[in-house]
């Protein structure tokens, strides 16, 4: 079955950190470009990360850059988001996907407040 599983969202204060996982099944992570996006409460769904199959290169949106960083463990077929210094706007549902294979996970709601 072909899918992906999100993990580690939750509630964090702000400057708080959190690990968001990605599980994947059914595929490798290592052949296909995978992506962070996230939606916003009454916002539209946004990318926030991505790192290519080849070379492992990554990309960041402007608001997550020098706070967030995607990786991903071929052994493990599991792509992370390591997310720091969290502020209260990055407040959101996040989602784990597969562009390409057009593959969505259900997504890990990550709650930044005092």
């Known amino acids: 079955q072909v899918q992906l599983v999100e993990s580690g969202g939750g509630l964090v204060q702000p400057g708080g950190s959190l690990r968001l996982s990605c599980a994947a099944s059914g595929f490798p992570v290592s052949r296909y470009t995978m992506s962070w996006y996230r939606q916003p409460p009454g916002k539209e769904r946004e990318l926030v990360a991505s790192i290519r199959y080849t070379g492992g290169s990554t990309n960041y949106a402007d608001f997550v850059k020098g706070r967030f960083t995607i990786s991903r463990d071929n052994a493990k077929n599991t792509v992370f988001l390591q997310m720091n210094s969290l502020k209260p706007e990055d407040t959101a549902l996040y989602y784990c996907?597969?562009?390409?294979?057009?593959?969505w996970g259900q997504g890990t709601l990550v709650t930044v407040s005092s």
């Open positions: 996907a597969s562009p390409h294979l057009d593959l």
